[in-house]
């Protein structure tokens, strides 16, 4: 007798262990505003502003059967976390993009301005001239260098601006967070 409840009872576990239960997980992703993907099964626990934005996927997982069931493995430190290295985004890391970043909008911003000033002399230049003002050899001189600069200037300033979309549609595509893109 001791036998057959035995027995009866190894069937039972067997049988639980061999069928999955017909329980489905739901899991909830999201991308957050810097591009992160996020994944959970707590509903409460995605921030409003996602929901509201429809950006928030349900998905249902079947359960996994006991032969697809692989034991968890330890997290190992990443390479960046032994070493101390930065993440890298593409060739690059946030350090480096942040400032490849700044050095262009510097450069552009330095060249804005002095294209300013240029244009206001050579303004101020032909002003004076109509009403007769008589002008020093050196400021003809600046006069005629900035008249032929100012093109190359514009030049130089599109091509820099040219420069910064790429870079921001290369960072973009690696991932870089978008308060260092913009």
């Known amino acids: 007798m001791k036998n057959k409840v035995f027995e009866a ?3 039972i576990a067997l049988v639980l262990f061999a069928f999955p239960f017909s329980v489905f997980a739901e899991i909830y992703k999201w991308v957050d505003d810097e591009g992160v993907v996020h994944a ?5 626990s995605v921030p409003a502003k996602y929901w509201e934005k429809g950006k928030v996927k349900k998905e249902e997982v079947p359960p996994a059967t006991f032969q697809e ?5 330890p997290v190992q430190p990443s390479p960046t976390m032994e070493t101390g290295k930065k ?3 593409g060739d690059y890391s946030l350090d480096e993009w942040t400032e490849k970043f700044m050095e262009l909008r510097k ?3 330095d060249n804005q301005e002095k294209s300013e000033r240029e244009k206001s002399f050579i303004s101020i230049f032909e002003g004076g001239r109509r009403y007769g003002k008589v002008f020093t050899k050196e400021e003809v001189s600046q006069y005629e260098s900035y008249k032929s600069e100012i093109t190359v200037l514009e030049d130089k300033i599109k091509k820099l601006k040219d420069e910064l979309d790429e870079l921001q549609r290369k960072a973009r595509a690696y991932g870089v967070p978008k308060d260092i893109r913009e």
């Not at 959970?40 to 409460?44: K, R, V, Y």
């Not at 069931?69 to 493995?73: C, M, N, T």
């Open 40 to 44: 959970t099964d707590d509903p409460s």
């Open 87 to 89: 993440e890298l985004y």
């Open 9 to 11: 009872i190894l069937i």
């Open 69 to 73: 069931i692989q034991p968890v493995q």
């Open 107 to 109: 450069d552009i911003a």
